[in-house]
Each structure stands twice: as C-alpha cells, then as structure tokens.
C-alpha cells in the first residue's frame, strides 16, 4: 500500500480527472497457426455481483489459496491493478464499431509483452452509449474467477466502503473474430502405464499416426467426435472415442483416460499430481519424446460456443480447459477504491 501511495505522491502514477471507458485491444499470433489477429474490448467498472443474481456466470471452480494472496493485496492497498476478464454477446457488434471509431486516434498506451503481443488503449470520456448497449448483458468470466471471487469477499467485507461493489473488467464481444482459445495438453507422469494405450481399447478406437498433421486433419475433418492424441516416446497414437460426441473433450480425457485407463482420480489432478499442464502441440510431443513426461495428451481447443453453452446452463468445466489467448496486462489501468 505504501509503494502505491508513494508513486501517486510523486506523480508517477496520476488519477484521471473525469470516469471514462478504454477502449482496450490486442494484436497478436497465434500459436501454432501463426494467424495473425486483433481481440478487441474495453476496461471499464462493473458491479460485483453475486452468481445467485445471473447476471455473472462462471466456468470454472476456483482453488482457495490464490483468492487468500489477492484478498490480502486487496485488504493493503485497496486498489484493483489487473482486469477480470468479461464476454458478452452482441452479434451485431454494435460496441465492437464504436471502438473501432474511437481506435482511429493515437493510443494513449501501447506496449509489446514477452509473447509479442502489442497492446493498446484508447480514452473514452463520454461512453454513455457503450454504457446504455452493456447495460442488459449477461457477463461470462473468460479468465480472472479467484479476482471476481476476491472482489466477492471483499465487497461483503467491506460493505460500507465506496467502490467496493465495482472491479475492474475488460469486456470482450463473444462475437469478437479476435476472440481465441487455446488448447491446454496434458502431461503425466509417475503412472503405471505399461498396458497403454491398449487399457483405454474399451472406449476408444486407438491408431498409431506418424505425424500430427494426421490429428490435426482428424480434428478438423471430424468436428462432432471427441479425438485425442497421445505421445509416447516418439510414438503418436489417435484415439477416437466410441460414444457419440456429448461431453467435453477435456472431461472425457479426464474421466475416460486419465481416472479409467490410468487411475489418477480426481483429487490428485486438482492437486496436479503426476499431471502437468503445455501450451502448444510441438512443445507438448517434445516433453514426450525427451521422456520428461511419459504421456503427452493432445487435445483440440474447447470452442467458445461449448464454453458460454456450459456456463449459461449453470455448469462449470474442468480446470485448465480454456486458455483466452493473450491474457490481459496486469497494471495498464488501476481502480483505486475510495
């Protein structure tokens, strides 16, 4: 708290004058494709509202110890330095072309993060439009549940303190073309997995592949059944599940392979015992072949569509099942409380 009192002191940091609305957008590549693209949003307050009241759905369950750390950052500084990462849905995209209007103009930041992504923001002072057109939507959490969860337990904390019942949020269009998820594989580990991937022959129909072209075809070819890959050493196995496509790829990984076939259960994953989790497919049949992980499985990237139809029905999926690429910067805006 006091670093944050002595940058405002010193100028370092300075208030705007008047509430405005930033437009917020980043241009990136994707990895794995190399397709270039732009998400675009804006950071804005939203208020802190309970689950019960519909208005906020979650996708995924949260674990307890990051929500104690943030609370206590919260609990110090009162300030709110990173953004919870919103969806909502306007086919017509009606903000998304008032952003682009106000994206004309010279950002008032732009900044390249580690990954190459370039990320711009732009000042909206008069935003009642924006204002009036969000007004009505229904919020998914793309990313940022231990901060909502956080602002959550702070607000009833803290009900008397002015501001605690907003936070900070990025709001992104799930019609967004910038909008991307990617896939999150599997490593494992420290298994007895002498009888795979034959164990798993009872609800898949497993083919040895040399090349994972071969999987990314089946992926694209058959987008109603649930295909994975597994790497072992050099060796790629397609595996196609039996049962027609109703579950999630991930939960059919989960239940099917790694609690069927290899008998980790539920507990040790959420503790992230003999599993670890990679982002991109070469990374992932590297960590295979140099024998650091025993399995690599492959798995395509949950649709957006599937993720708002699980949320908005009420349900949650397991964790690591969506990775909204890039993440948002941390620091590009603060929402002082008070």
């Known amino acids: 708290g006091s670093y944050l009192n002595q940058w405002i002191a ?24 190399g397709e270039r693209l732009t998400r675009e949003g804006f950071i804005a307050l939203g208020a802190v509202e309970e ?17 104690q750390d943030r609370l206590q950052l919260l609990r110090h500084t009162h300030a709110h330095f990173g953004q919870i990462f919103m969806l909502y849905s306007d086919p017509a995209r009606t903000i998304d072309e008032l952003l682009d209007e106000s994206a004309r103009g010279r950002p008032i930041t732009e900044a390249t993060d580690e990954y ?20 009505d939507k229904k ?9 909502y ?19 900070m949020m990025t709001f992104v269009n799930l019609y967004s073309p910038g909008l991307k998820i990617l896939a999150t594989h599997r490593l494992v580990s420290g298994v007895n997995a002498a009888t795979f991937p034959q164990s798993a022959a009872n609800h ?12 990314q075809r089946a992926w694209r070819e058959k987008p109603d059944r649930t295909i994975i890959g597994a790497a072992m050493g050099a060796r790629l196995y397609l595996m196609e599940a039996r049962e027609p496509r109703g579950a999630l790829d991930v939960r059919v990984l ?11 259960r539920e507990d040790a994953v959420r503790d992230e015992k003999h599993l670890r989790y990679i982002r991109g497919i070469d990374s992932a049949l590297a960590e295979a072949r140099t024998g650091s992980a025993q399995i690599a499985f492959l798995l395509k990237p949950t649709s957006i569509q599937q993720v708002a139809d699980i949320a908005f029905g009420g349900g949650v999926m397991p964790q690591k099942s969506t990775d909204f690429y890039p993440k948002l910067l941390s620091g590009l805006a603060i929402y002082r409380l008070g």
Not at 116 to 135: E, N, T, Y
Not at 139 to 147: E, K, M, T, V, W
């Open 204 to 215: 898949f129909h497993i083919e040895e592949i040399d090349s994972p072209a071969l999987l």
């Open 51 to 67: 689950y019960a009241a519909g208005v906020v759905y979650r996708h995924e369950q949260t674990l307890s110890g990051p929500k």
């Open 10 to 33: 010193s100028g370092i940091l300075a208030r705007e004058d008047q509430p405005a609305v930033f437009p917020y957008f980043q241009e990136f590549t994707v990895p794995d494709t």
């Open 149 to 167: 969860e956080t602002a959550l337990a702070f607000r009833r904390e803290n009900p008397g303190l002015a501001g605690s019942d907003r936070v």
């Open 139 to 147: 919020l998914l959490i793309a990313d940022g549940h231990h901060r």
């Open 254 to 264: 989960h239940e099917r392979l790694l609690g069927d076939a290899l008998n980790i």
């Open 116 to 135: 190459g992504a370039i990320h711009r923001m732009w000042r909206i002072s008069d935003a009642g439009r924006i204002q009036q057109l969000i007004a």
